[in-house]
């Protein structure tokens, strides 16, 4: 597999973790208590993380502003694909880069 190739197969593992915590953020804001925390799914491209992110949805909308952030754990980041670029909950939010952007700005939900 060449880089490129691993490169967007990881980006695509965090397409899919931004796709469930969409639909976590849709759920979560008919009976969320402003301030509160929610539990998102870790967006590294890790397929087989199961550990979950904290964010109150005003954090998490933050991270949705643009389309190619993503909210980690710290340590989870995967520099050939993304860098750091803050820290929001107790999530890093990396920006991707090269073939980790081109595959989230394309697979990037409508409404950002």
């Known amino acids: 597999m060449t880089d490129e190739a691993r490169e967007h197969r990881l980006a695509e593992n965090e397409a899919l973790a931004r796709d469930v ?26 397929e087989d993380c199961t550990d979950r992110v904290h964010l109150r949805m005003e954090e998490y909308l933050e991270v949705r502003s643009s389309p190619v952030w993503f909210a980690v754990l710290p340590g989870h980041i995967a520099p050939e694909i993304e860098r750091g670029v803050t820290t929001l909950g107790d999530a890093l939010v990396v920006e991707k880069t090269g073939a980790g952007r081109e595959v989230a700005e394309e697979t990037a939900p409508d409404r950002i």
């Open 21 to 46: 915590n969409e639909r976590v953020g849709e759920v979560a804001a008919t009976w969320y208590a402003e301030g509160e925390p929610l539990e998102f799914v870790c967006e590294c491209c890790r």
